[in-house]
């Protein structure tokens, strides 16, 4: 009886475990996009930010997180430069190329 119980217990435990679950972060990239924003124009990064959220997922491209980041680039400082500002996503692996479809770029590992 006690065997029988136990052989159900690992049976359900291991059904469980073939349910679709949220990517892992193995299967994860992050992209990056420029922000695309200009010195002295006085946009908010984060409103930039939340707008190419929403176009990653107008897209179906589910985004598990997201940062504000810098090209790494100097720029000159002048009016109408830009600000090197890049919009950061983590989204799954397997819509790594639909994002780049949209200009994004897999992001340099550190």
Do not use: N, W
């Not at 989204?91 to 770029?105: E, K």
Request: hydrophobic fraction near 40%.
């Amino acid at each position: 009886m006690k065997i029988g119980l136990l052989f159900g217990m690992f049976a359900s435990c291991t059904l469980m475990a073939c349910q679709s679950v949220p990517s892992t972060p193995a299967q994860q990239v992050d992209v990056t996009k420029s922000l695309g924003l200009k010195q002295c124009e006085g946009d908010d990064p984060k409103v930039r930010l939340q707008q190419l959220k929403e176009q990653l997922q107008q897209a179906g491209i589910e985004v598990y997180d997201e940062a504000l980041g810098h090209d790494g680039l100097v720029h000159i400082t002048v009016c109408g430069a830009s600000t090197g500002q890049t919009a950061i996503f983590t989204i799954s692996a397997t819509q790594l190329g639909a994002a780049q479809g949209l200009g994004y770029q897999l992001t340099p590992a550190p």
